[in-house]
């Protein structure tokens, strides 16, 4: 319970701050500053879509590598045929973060 | 020097050739996905090479065994070029068969395979100073990645004929309503197939590059053994990259070629 509503205090910072900053992004672009809030909006969404790809999939991965790791440490004869599954379910993990990176990748390449 | 000077620009002309290649090809616009790489021949020398290499390397292998006629059975008693390519099939063998059966494992080694050696030479090749990989660019793994494509279709159409279409409707009852879910399931199916070889090459490439960086990183800071055990790393990535990619290719073959068990 008190984890939970720690969870979703630190959440309802981060939507506290992503509006207020949206606000402000906001006033600076009735003040006149219009590409440069724009470019500025792109590049936080490039590092976030990023980001949390990489917090999202690293924590994945790590659960995976960590219940293979377990496997092996309760058989150690079975090393040889966890290995197989355990990197094909790694690379399935990675394959969402690398489409994280192509969305990253693309709105980086409309800054400037 | 830059962090990026290769031993080809020791050939003479190679700095105007690299000039002069973007009017050469009548084009101005790049994609961003190629980054810097977009107008350099440098990773296509170094495949080149690799190429060479292994060429070189299966002359040698192939001479090795015609020599020894009957006793090429035997496993090589010093470690040398022969026994080196037999224990990268051998271990390219055990993870087919893990993947897709002794069967299916046979009969796709040979093109498994060799996508394992390229890929595992380019990748060791950036560590020889002066050498950059050919993977850390797209313009390669898109190559590879389309290739493993393609084969993945033409082999499940091989395999099941026109049937091989089924394997897109997600594989729903036929006589129940759960039919108009079809031209859905249709759409998603594709989406995931084409996704497969994006993945695929961005995985290599990013691996390839991201190691690259960190061993330039440290040879800029300290530039004498320090960066060692960071090479030691590269050999490590360099492996787990060239098995993941031949393992992921291996799971896209034999789930296209794989037959329904009712």
Known sequence: ?112 | MGPHVTWFDLIPGIGGLKDSLQPLLGRSWTWQVFQTTHFEITHVLVALVVFLLLVLGAASYRSSVVKLGEEAILPSPRFNIRALFESLADIVFGLLEGVMGEKNARKYLPFLGSFFIFVLFSNLISLVPGFRAPTDTLKTNIGLAVMIFLATHILGFKEHGIRYLEQFTGHLPLKSPLVILVPLMFVIEVISHLIRPATLSIRLMANMFADHAVVGVFFTLIPFLVPVPLMLLGVFVSVVQALVFTLMSATYISLAVAHEEH
């Open chain 1, 1 to 112: 319970m008190r984890r939970n509503l720690k969870v979703l205090s630190t959440l309802l910072f981060a939507a506290v701050c992503f509006f207020a900053s949206s606000a402000a992004f906001a006033a600076d672009a009735t003040t006149g500053g219009g590409s440069g809030s724009r470019e500025m909006g792109l590049a936080i969404g490039a590092g976030l879509a990023i980001g949390l790809a990489a917090l999202g999939g690293g924590l994945g991965q790590g659960r995976s590598a960590g219940a293979a790791l377990e496997g092996i440490a309760r058989n150690p004869q079975a090393s040889g045929k966890i290995f197989t599954p355990m990197i094909i379910a790694l690379a399935l993990t990675e394959s969402l973060v690398l489409l994280a990176w192509l969305i990253a990748n693309a709105l980086s390449g409309k800054i400037g």
